[in-house]
């Protein structure tokens, strides 16, 4: 049990891997095993992680279950992982997605072993990245974790689907959007590599702890140029990298098409934890790295943000294919998780003012909530999708229409996870966004004015999207015959069924999560 | 005495070499087994030397000495440091991949595998000799046979001028190097050929800074530095995939590793004046390369500017003359000898099975050769520096060392890492996804054991490097550690 | 100083066992049927001549260099050492010759030879200009004969005539050098005339030169080298093969002494001038060798070329210089032994010098194939072979002496000369024969022939890898001229 306790986190980030190369051995041919040996290994973790939860001390400050190992001596990386409050969240939220996902994917009939493998690794790698608490370990598995992604997009994602490049070359949608996905981010880290490498040479340190105060210090000047320029150069650097992940927009574009082209266990982790890691890489790095350079960008993060759930929205209600709606909509949603972010920015380290620093950790709290928020319910649209795409194998939202009394559990689900997406009190999409809007109220009005003004139009697509598929005259071609629409299956609901709850929980009484994440979040900065 | 274990790995291939001609060609099974048998033991032999190796007591070690021809200095003189020891380590390695891979040629095998280990001798030799003399030795023993392998059992269309092609350039760059090696001869005027000595000659700047560029950029031509590498990737293209595998994940660290310890190591003084020419020419050669290398169409000329990328690296390592820059860039030897070494393993396994390397008309590999399609994506993740991945260990160092020098040189540099991503996923893509064409449907055989064996051995090296780098990092330093104090202790 | 002494005997043992043993063969000749004569003939001139050189070794070796018969000769090393390369390659030269077609079954051919070879080890130690110049003829006249010995092929008429022609009109402008020489000085013997040539004159120069044309033919030094090509190509093979070895060698040995002995006064010009002409005789051969469709001619080219390299080392004018050329001659004699060797193996069966002759050589005799490469990469200049080596000692010994720019040049060139030694061995391992059919165009070595290459095979290896004790025999030569 002590070396349990003493080693829990190296054993969450690393039993996936574990699991991994068992299948690795298993014959190709029992799909049956490796499904569930995946699905089971996958509850490992979160077992775990539940137990870390437990055993957390919310109260207690800096970093907890530390571990610390030799890694790269040669440049001064150690392995050091750690968890606080914010971590935690993100932790619990992977590991619960995962076998979730898992299990949505037993309808991958494609080498599923090559499949279940991938998947553990990409878990492995997002929990690095939240874990790390070396600036190089975070590089390294923020980067691992592109390549599970990248495949399972394009070895699983939908079949169907061209895209006409420049000079009329045809490729495949889902090589498309992979690679898309791939230079996307890749180009993104290139400028975090950069500036993670120029901190490195700075401080022969890259372990974060000792970083943030020494990052902090620095004065004079580096490369002959000041302080200033360079941090500011450096902070566009990380602000970037992050900004392509969350993503925000500008930088959104690759994201519709990763979501849609991705398989439907792809999409849920994508949208359900992968865009965190970008939100988790402003909250770990970028606030208490660059507390100035953020305060003095702040509006142009909130700007950014406002225009994320803005054109988010529109774009959410302008499609027609309901994974592209539901994609759009994780623009919108993310771009309350960078209005908080930016709000708390805005305000800075340190600001006297009792009452503003009181909105901002209203701000950032909602702004964890919401990520953890949206993960849930976007993790939950996408499944809901993918549970229809698979038996009709259109997304097009105007080949539905009122098939409710059809399916009416389906029907009743989709409901459930929209209104929670949607923000409808009483579910946790409304807690979050609340405290968000009501954090960044004082400090960034204007922008928050408008960014609620955003929020209708989450409602007009959502709602939109619910009555294409659900209301409206009945597609009469899914009522008869071989195109008959059968109900959603248990496996199914088994996957939903934790999400609502959840979805559930969070709406009704927040005051356990929050505790965890309030207090991380006075601590953070 | 101890066991003269460097002088036995030396003379192992070449004593393999001898035995194998003395097998009647006719007897196949045999040449293969003996070769397997060579290989196998050099391997062996390799990996002890490595793992002898005492970091911690660093220098030069595990030291033979024997007279050769004292009225000029000449001695055969072997030893490894740091730098040399994960080198020869990797041609164990490759040598023993190579020969695993080539199990299925069929025209005459008996020179083939002879000629190889002569190769490899040379290799070996140059790696492990302290003796200036040996080096250039060994050192052409290296590289002529590459001719008679590449012209003999290369691809039929450009063997001949490819094998030309290199064959010349390689040895007009190592008779430059030569002349300036005589020079520093005789200007220490120590009468010796004993690189130690040299090492402490203390020329005098004016002499270092006109004779380093003859040194160094004669061996950086074999490390394929611009506008020299021209000879690469057409070598590469045309080689078999063994020998492919010994040129691009061995041969070109020999340029690098002489250019070294030749160049930087005797003459610091000249490196450090035309240490910026030397940075400017690997950023040209990093950059430059990739994106040829994106352009491509032919498979095998991928990698082969990727190689020239990738050992761009090496010498932009070499020229911080940083701690750091050498470091990363001992171990980007290693790491782009044994990724490379993979890669031309794995398009030749495609190669031989699909008959062409055209990439437009390839397409859904991966079915029929599921391990090919992993080990290349590995090898894919480890040339774009995928953490992770022995790649980023390599890489990093260099990187941090270049910050320490050039911040701007860092930054342009690191467009190569995403042009390389792109082209390799193309890459992939293109020829392990997709659909198969339908010509080559129910025609693509699976690979055998020993291409197997190869390809995992190659990944685990490569992964096992990535996630613990202190397996050979430790040792790079020591030797790095040397190279510094010759520099001035910078 | 004149009188005779008994000892003085070892100083000339080689020259007194070639002179028996040519007598033997004469006199043995019409013993032997006509079916075994040439098996005979060349087993006891080869046995004979490395009877010869084994003795010598043991017995003859010089300890202090003297001058001996009335300062006819010079007992040291510098001549020995060259005597017993003589005997060698005669020696392998006779087992080339055995087999060749109305040559191996002629005693005279074997007596030419020998008095060939006597003639040269005179050459290697004359130290008096009257004996040079009959040692030098002594050395030419059997040559001219043995060129054109094939008597009704045109080729070989031609090769001789021509060798004749050029011979004795290169000759007599050296022996018009010798005569000014002797007409200013007074004097004959080479060791009492550097005393007449202490300071620089243009009279020295002139005299020089005239002698430098003499040897310049015997080394085919450019602009003498044109006779080369053809008195090769129609020459018997193994005949070609020992002209462009141990006769060239016996040039460089005079060249060596004349020089270094005579006018050490001027070293500044003649050195300057011979790093001119071994720079034109080294790219002026490599460059004209690439043109080559015959493998013989290719050769001469080389040959040529070969001259200029070894010409490095007597330029640098140095102890080290002297010895690197030494060495370079050592493993040439080697080396191109071999390569005329080899092309007169294939010679015989193929009928044929092109090189298309040498297509699929590899799969027809993959073991002659094999030494030829040897031979080939040494000529290149690759290691683990002689060559290589050889041209590193005398690009340091240029480099030693400041002269940079011949190393450079001698480098240059030698990359050129990679280049058409590499066609060859395309021709032979890479190109097949019209009908892929080599297995059914074996090409058979006799006895000699695989003895003889075996042994230079290893000795091009030996020399390349080991070779210490080779430097030292001609580093003890060189020491003799300082």
Known sequence: ?525 | MQFPILSVIVFTPMVAALLILLINSERKTEIRVTALAAATLALLLSLWVYFTYDKVAAGYQLIEKYNWMPMLGISLYFGVDGISAPLVLLTGVVMFTGVLISWGIEDRPREFFAFLFILASGVFGVFVSLDLFMLFFFYEIAVFPMYLLIAIWGWIKTREYAAMKLTLYLFIGSVVSLVGALAMYWQSGLRTFDMLALEQAAFSPAFQNLWFPFVFFGFAVLGGIFPFHNWSPDGHVAAPTAVSMFHAGVLMKLGAFAALRVGIMLLPEGAKTWGGLIMALALVNIVYGAFIAMVQTDFKYIIGFSSVSHMGLVMMGFSTMTKLGLTGAGMQMFSHGVMTALFFAAVGMVYDRAHTRDIPKLGGMAKPLPLVAVAFIIGGLVSMGMPGFSGFVAEFPIFMGIWQVKPLVAIIAAISIVVTAAYIMLAVRRVFFGSMPAEFEGHIGTITVYDKVALVLLCVIMIGLGLFPSVMVPWVQTGVQHILSLLGGA | ?482
């Open chain 1, 1 to 525: 049990m002590d070396f349990l306790g003493s080693h829990l986190l190296t054993l969450i980030l690393f039993f996936p891997v574990l699991a991994a190369l068992v299948i690795l051995f298993l014959p190709q041919e029992d799909v049956k095993v490796i499904r569930w040996t995946a699905l089971i290994a996958s509850l490992v973790p979160f077992g775990l992680s539940v137990w870390l939860w437990m055993r957390f001390d919310p109260s207690a400050s800096g970093f907890q279950f530390s571990e610390q190992y030799p890694w790269y001596e040669a440049i001064h990386s150690t392995f050091h992982v750690g968890v606080d409050g914010l971590s935690l969240t993100m932790v619990l939220l992977t590991t619960l997605l995962t076998p979730l996902a898992i299990l949505a994917s037993f309808s991958i009939q494609d080498k599923v072993k090559a499949y279940m493998m991938l998947f553990l690794f990409l878990e492995t790698g997002m929990l690095g990245v939240f874990l790390a608490l070396d600036l190089l370990i975070f590089f390294v598995f923020w980067e691992i974790g592109l390549v599970p992604m990248y495949f399972l997009i394009n070895q699983w994602g939908s079949e169907k689907g061209e895209r006409v490049l420049w000079g009329g070359i045809k490729m495949q949608a889902r090589n498309y959007a992979s690679l898309k996905f791939m230079i996307y981010t890749m180009a993104g880290s290139l400028g975090l590599l950069l500036a993670i490498q120029m901190l490195g040479v700075l401080f022969q340190t890259y372990d974060l702890p000792l970083l943030y105060q020494k990052w902090n210090a620095l004065e004079g000047s580096v490369f002959g140029l000041s302080v200033s320029t360079v941090k500011t150069v450096a902070f566009w650097a990380f602000v970037v990298a992050f900004a392509i992940k969350v993503p925000v927009w500008p930088f959104h574009t690759w994201l519709p098409d990763a979501h849609t082209e991705a398989p439907t266990a792809g999409s849920m982790i994508l949208a359900g934890v992968l865009l965190k890691l970008g939100a988790y890489g402003f909250l770990r790095l970028v606030l208490p790295l660059y507390p100035l350079e953020a305060q003095r960008f702040a509006g142009a993060l909130a700007f950014l943000a406002v225009m994320a759930i803005v054109f988010g929205a529109f774009a959410a209600y302008g499609q027609t294919d309901f994974k592209r709606l539901v994609a759009y909509s994780s623009v919108n949603h993310m771009g309350f998780v960078l209005l908080g972010i930016a709000a708390a920015a805005k305000v800075g380290m340190n600001n006297p003012d009792l009452a503003l620093n009181l909105s901002k950790n209203i701000a950032l709290n909602g702004a964890v909530l919401q990520m953890f928020n949206h993960g849930l319910s976007a993790a939950g649209m996408f499944f809901l999708v993918g549970v229809i795409y698979e038996r009709t194998h259109t997304r097009n939202l105007n080949d539905f229409g009122g098939l409710f009394p059809l399916v009416p559990v389906y029907g009743g689900i989709l409901l459930f996870t929209s209104m929670a997406s949607l923000g409808l009190p009483g579910l946790n999409g409304f807690v979050s966004e609340f405290l968000v809007v009501r954090g960044a109220w004082p400090i960034l009005t204007v922008y928050t004015a408008i960014a609620m003004l955003g929020l209708l139009f989450t409602g007009a697509y959502i709602l939109k999207g619910v009555k294409q598929v659900l209301h409206g005259p009945l597609n009469e071609h899914w009522a008869h015959g071989e195109h008959c629409l059968t109900e959603i299956n248990t496996r199914e609901i088994v996957v939903m069924a934790p999400l609502m709850a959840l979805i559930l929980v969070i709406g009704i009484w927040p005051a356990w999560i929050l505790d965890v994440i309030n207090k991380a979040v006075i601590m953070l900065f």
């Open chain 3, 1 to 482: 100083m004149t009188a005779f002494v008994p000892s003085n005997i070892f100083a000339i043992l080689p020259e007194i066992l070639l002179l028996t043993l040519a007598l033997l063969v004469l006199i043995l000749d019409p013993f032997w049927k006509e079916a075994s004569r040439h098996l005979n003939l060349g087993w006891l001139t080869a046995g004979g001549l490395l009877l010869t050189l084994a003795v010598s070794l043991v017995l003859a070796r010089p300890s202090a260099p003297a001058l001996v018969f009335g300062g006819m000769l010079r007992y040291d090393w510098l001549g020995f050492a060259f005597k017993m390369f003589f005997l060698f390659s005669a020696a392998i030269t006779s087992l080339f010759m055995m087999d060749v077609e109305r040559l191996g079954r002629r005693a005279e051919a074997y007596m030419l030879l020998l008095a060939a070879t006597l003639g040269m080890s005179l050459m290697a130690s004359a130290a008096d200009l009257v004996m040079l110049y009959l040692a030098i003829e002594t050395t030419s006249i059997p040559l001219y004969i043995l060129a054109g010995f094939l008597t009704g092929d045109e080729k070989s008429t031609e090769s001789g005539f021509k060798y004749l022609l050029f011979g004795a009109l290169t000759s007599t402008v050296m022996l018009y050098g010798f005569s000014l020489i002797y007409g200013f000085s007074g004097k004959t013997g080479l060791y009492e005339l550097a005393a007449s040539f202490p300071t620089f004159s243009l009279l020295a120069l002139g005299v020089l030169f005239m002698v430098l044309i003499g040897l310049a033919f015997k080394v085919s030094l450019f602009p003498f080298h044109f006779w080369a090509p053809d008195v090769y190509e129609g020459a018997p093979t193994p005949v070609a093969g020992f002209l462009s070895t141990a006769s060239k060698a016996a040039g460089f040995a005079v060249i060596l002494r004349l020089f270094m002995v005579v006018f050490p006064s001027i070293s500044t010009d003649w050195s300057l001038i011979l790093a001119i002409l071994a720079t034109l005789t080294m790219t002026v051969g490599n460059l004209i060798a690439l043109a080559q469709k015959n493998i013989k001619r290719m050769l001469a080219y080389s040959s040529i070329a070969h001259a200029g390299y070894a010409m490095i080392g007597v330029v640098a004018f140095s102890q080290l210089g002297a010895a690197s050329a030494v060495f370079y001659l050592i493993a040439y004699i080697l080396t191109n032994l071999a390569a005329f060797g080899i092309v007169a193996a294939v010679g015989r069966v193929t009928g044929s010098d092109d090189l298309k002759a040498y297509y699929g050589l590899s799969r027809r005799a993959p073991t002659l194939a094999l030494m030829m490469m040897v031979a080939f990469l040494s000529l290149a200049g690759m290691p683990p072979f002689g060559g290589f080596v050889a041209k590193v000692f005398v690009f340091a010994a240029a480099v030693e002496q400041g002269w940079v720019w011949l190393a450079v040049v001698g480098v240059l060139n030698s990359i050129i000369g990679l280049y058409y030694y590499m066609i060859v061995l395309k021709y032979v391992y890479l190109y097949r024969m019209e009908n892929e059919d080599e297995e059914k165009h074996p090409i058979p070595i006799s006895r000699p022939y695989a003895i003889a290459l075996t042994i230079l095979s290893i000795g091009i290896i030996l020399v390349g890898v080991l070779f210490g004790p080779w430097f030292g025999l001609a580093s003890s030569s060189a020491a003799n001229l300082f």
